[in-house]
């Protein structure tokens, strides 16, 4: 998680050109609301999904990567700056996701708040550094939104009383999130609580619920990893030796790999609409475009998968 990222230099460059060429930034957000609005900028669907439940109307939310876009791959655009220059607020995810994202603030010229979403998170080793997918515990998403409300009531004290609202209500929606999951794994007997996925994204959520974690099509935290043909080998072998019933591929992923891993298996690939939300979230406007829509989706993917 921690390579340097030649391409993200080189984009930023690129991006800093564009932006020249075309002169100033736009007005931010809130100036050009009269006030009414705070410019945040997200990084990644879950974030930007978590300010606008914390926000509501009182905030203008840029989110960077789009649904179904790898963020560990990403490179900004010269959009990202100009919304990066004219925020109050940046969030991000932390925790290594988002490599690219110093030297964009930077080259942006941002001087307002930047929250890391993840600070306060205790994090998960994985082979290859500390596991960013932390949003996959609603416990963690707990403290990430609680930390949000923190940084939106500070940019805007007038506003400190509707976020704080707004943190009771989502909070509540987590505890019964988190509820539902433990509740559906519970139905599920524990020799079938069995996951393979596209790569190693649901560290968490496989503590969280009590699930053996067999191993991934990509083995690494990181997406830009590759399966080498000895370690292909030995997953299916794996696979079948623990007699898990499914491969589950995910929606920011090419699905080929482990629809192939699943046949030598023999066992189902879960895929197409039935992927999981391992880096991303649905389209906007899905029940799946949110957070909690996309980990209902995961839960019940899942636990039909392992029954059946």
């Known amino acids: ?63 960077l990567i789009k649904p179904n876009v790898d963020p560990h791959e990403y490179e900004p655009t010269p959009a990202d700056l100009r919304a990066i220059g004219s925020a109050r607020v940046v969030v991000k995810n932390g925790a290594g996701l988002e490599e690219w994202l110093d030297a964009t603030i930077e080259a942006a010229g941002f001087d307002g708040a930047i929250v890391d979403a993840g600070q306060g998170v205790t994090l998960r080793e994985g082979e290859d550094g500390p596991d960013p997918h932390i949003w996959h515990d609603p416990r963690n998403a707990k403290i990430m939104v609680a930390g949000i409300e923190r940084a939106l009531a500070a940019a805007d004290p007038a506003g400190a009383a509707t976020f704080r609202a ?72 794996k696979i079948r030796a623990t007699g898990t019933k499914a491969v589950f591929t995910e929606s920011s992923l090419p699905p080929k790999t482990a629809a192939a891993i699943a046949r030598q298996a023999g066992v189902a690939v879960v895929a197409g609409e039935d992927a999981l939300f391992g880096d991303s979230l649905g389209a906007p406007g899905t029940p799946e475009g949110t957070y909690l829509g996309a980990e209902r989706h995961n839960t019940r993917v899942i636990v039909a998968a392992l029954a059946g």
Do not use: W
């Open 166 to 237: 707004n943190l009771g209500r989502y909070t509540a929606e987590l505890d019964e999130l988190d509820a539902e999951n433990e509740a559906a794994f519970a139905r599920l007997p524990a020799r079938d609580r069995k996951l393979v996925t596209d790569h190693d994204a649901f560290g968490y959520y496989v503590a969280r619920y009590g699930l053996e974690f067999v191993g991934s099509v990509i083995p690494s935290l990181d997406t830009s990893a590759e399966l080498s043909g000895r370690q292909l080998t030995d997953l299916v072998a």
């Open 1 to 63: 998680m921690n390579r340097p990222s030649i391409l993200g230099a080189a984009a930023i460059a690129v991006a800093l050109a564009a932006i020249a060429g075309c002169g100033a930034n736009p007005p931010d957000t809130a100036a050009a609301s009269g006030g009414q609005t705070l410019a945040v900028v997200a990084t990644t669907p879950e974030l930007a999904d978590f300010v606008r439940e914390i926000g509501g109307t009182a905030v203008a939310v840029t989110q």
